[in-house]
């Protein structure tokens, strides 16, 4: 398949409502573009509304507006995840076990639906909403929609990749732990979640019922904010639903984590990516860090803490009776909850009043807080060897939001080398959702982001980044080692200012040796792009005291590259001045 024409929320309802075009032919068009991706990856659906029937539902808006009714979401297709109740769709949360066919569509389905949008089907997701990866499903994984290799971010796995692969305009998610931001950021979308109680739960099976939140993936901003004014809204039949308020707020104190405290995973490319981030929000206001451990504290409370028990009480009856329909690592993290007391509960309860006395404090000076949306992300092969700790670590920055009662907007932020997303989570108290909605769009009008890499529809092979600074330099003696292995060439550039460059003694051929030293100065050097493969059988032939390791360069990105053990610089001359092996050599001539 090629990857569909993307057309926004905005856009559809008002060619639909202005007779541009029909939601029926909306729908065909969307019926399409499902089928071709179906080659691609079908386990996005656990259900899908038959063919018929959505075109019946698509002539019915047509009738709708042809009667002249104008309809915000008039043949708009959406795709809900499969914790939120659709008539006419069963429910599963990603156990066949529990499923059941609802009498009535969730709160924020009749909305939607009331609005003229059209459900094209139910999204797979991390069972129970219990993940922040997209690989605990039966009904098989969601790969990111860039490159297949690396996890989709969950719980709302499907959703997210219905959107990235320009299946539907927009899709419902649900976010407890972030799992409504998370997958946003590694699709390159905009992942909102309203405050609590802004959107209606009823008919949304739980995950932590007093911490959840029903959420959206778009492509911008303005589509987020239409289908925020059709869901939100007080439901008087959900106890959680809280009165529609809209506080006005000034985004010009920026609140980022403290250098010291930013985590990363090991993913340089993250942190490069993140201080380009506060580049562009620094445009927007001034750049404060903040204490994070608070925070953090608050985080620990949710899988860590008492909160466990609050997923264990929404499926008890099933852990209970058919404990090995759970998967298993679902069932590994909720039956912790069995062993939470009512005294540790309370404690928590006491100590998260006091971290959200805390925080509240934080909003008398800061404006809005920008952080990663995660540290980095993973492949789906890597998940499943750790996936209970490597879960744990894409909610470092994301698990305290809905705790102390926070709204959020992840945006993109950019793109890694391997084409999955990064993004920033721009978070603030509850009830300043538009006002976040706003500083996003100024965000990104400043960061002016260039468009997400294309859809990966075959299986991207997997490359890396290699620095070279001497013998591999193109027309120099090793240079054969990247040609035989297919090495594309990226550029020229040069290091950070923070290198020094030696010619080692007795090397044969003549060799260069790298350094990291803060009294250095830039070099030059070439940049090449090597398979996985070809990148480890050249590294295994890398011959002592040289090794490969990590070289930033002087934008401030990474990649891997020559460096050198110290026993290189025994009787090494030092030819930083000379600014690269080039002039060395030319020098020697």
């Known amino acids: ?60 808006i047509d009738a709708r507006v042809a009667a002249g009714e ?46 003229g949008a059209l459900c094209v089907g139910k999204t797979n997701l991390d069972q129970f909403a219990t993940g922040l990866v997209g690989t605990r499903s039966p009904y098989g994984i969601p790969r990111n929609a860039s490159n297949l290799a690396y996890v989709s971010g969950g719980s709302s796995s499907g959703s997210s990749v219905a959107v990235a692969a320009g299946l539907v305009p927009f899709a419902l998610g649900t976010d407890t732990a972030g799992s409504g931001r998370v997958p946003a950021a590694f699709n390159h979308l905009i992942g909102f979640k309203p405050s609590k109680g802004r959107w209606s ?33 007080f439901d008087p039949a959900d106890p959680w639903s809280k009165p529609l308020a809209d506080a006005p707020r000034g985004h010009k104190v920026i609140g980022v984590p403290r250098r010291s405290q930013r985590v990363w995973f090991g993913d340089a490319e993250s942190e490069y990516l993140y201080d380009r981030a506060l580049e562009h929000l620094a445009s927007l206001g001034t750049i404060v860090e903040i204490d994070l451990a608070p925070l953090q504290e608050a985080a620990q409370l949710l899988y860590g803490g008492p909160w466990v028990a609050e997923r264990t009480a929404a499926i008890a009856g099933l852990l209970t009776t058919d404990p090995d329909a759970v998967d298993p690592t679902v069932r590994a993290v909720v039956e912790q909850g069995w062993d939470k007391g009512a005294v540790e509960l309370f404690n928590g309860i006491y ?23 995660t540290g980095t992300t993973y492949r789906v092969a890597e998940l499943a060897a750790a996936p209970i700790a490597l879960n744990s670590n894409l ?13 959020a907007v992840a945006v993109p932020a950019g793109a890694r080398a391997n084409a999955t997303g990064f993004g920033i989570t721009l978070i603030g108290p509850a009830d300043t959702d538009r006002a976040l909605l706003e500083t996003a769009d100024a965000y990104l009008a ?42 594309t060439f990226v550029g020229a550039f040069e290091t950070a200012p923070t290198y020094r460059l030696y010619a080692m003694a007795d090397s044969v051929p003549p060799k260069p040796a790298l350094v990291h030293d803060e ?21 295994v032939e890398v011959p002592a005291p040289l090794a490969i390791g990590t070289v930033t360069l002087a934008d401030g990105s990474s990649v891997k590259g020559f460096v050198a053990e110290p026993r290189a610089l025994a009787g090494a001359q030092d030819i930083t001045s000379l600014g690269g092996w080039r002039a060395y050599i030319a020098q020697r001539s």
């Open 395 to 407: 909610g470092f920055y994301t698990n305290f939001v809905n705790l102390l009662d926070m709204a």
């Open 519 to 539: 009294t250095g100065g830039t070099i030059a050097l070439e940049v090449y792009e090597l398979g996985v493969a070809e990148f480890g059988s050249f590294v």
């Open 446 to 487: 400043a960061a002016d982001l260039p468009s997400p890499p294309p859809l990966d529809l075959e299986g991207k092979m997997q490359t890396v980044k290699l620095a070279v600074v001497g013998a591999h330099l193109k027309d120099m003696p090793l240079h054969w080692q990247l040609t035989s292995r297919n090495a």
């Open 1 to 60: 398949m090629t990857a569909p024409v993307r057309h926004s929320v905005v856009a559809i309802a008002a060619a639909v409502n202005s007779g541009l075009t029909s939601a029926v032919a909306v729908a065909e068009q969307t019926l399409a573009r499902i089928a071709a991706y179906d080659a691609i990856q079908p386990q996005i659906w656990i259900s899908r509304a038959a063919p018929d029937d959505l075109l019946a539902a698509a002539r019915a």
């Open 351 to 373: 100590r998260l009043a006091e971290i959200k006395r805390h925080a509240d404090s934080v909003w008398a000076s800061i404006d809005v807080l920008a952080f990663p949306t």
């Open 201 to 233: 739960t009823r008919g949304v099976v739980p995950a932590c019922r007093t911490l959840d939140c029903v959420t959206v993936f778009t492509d911008d901003t303005a589509d987020a904010a239409l289908v925020d004014g059709v869901l939100a809204g």
């Open 70 to 115: 104008v309809l915000p979401l008039a043949g708009v297709p959406f795709a809900a995840k499969d914790n939120i109740d659709v008539a006419g769709f069963a429910t599963t949360a990603a156990c066949p076990a529990f499923a059941f066919s609802p009498e009535a569509s969730s709160g924020v389905a009749e909305r939607l639906l009331a609005a």
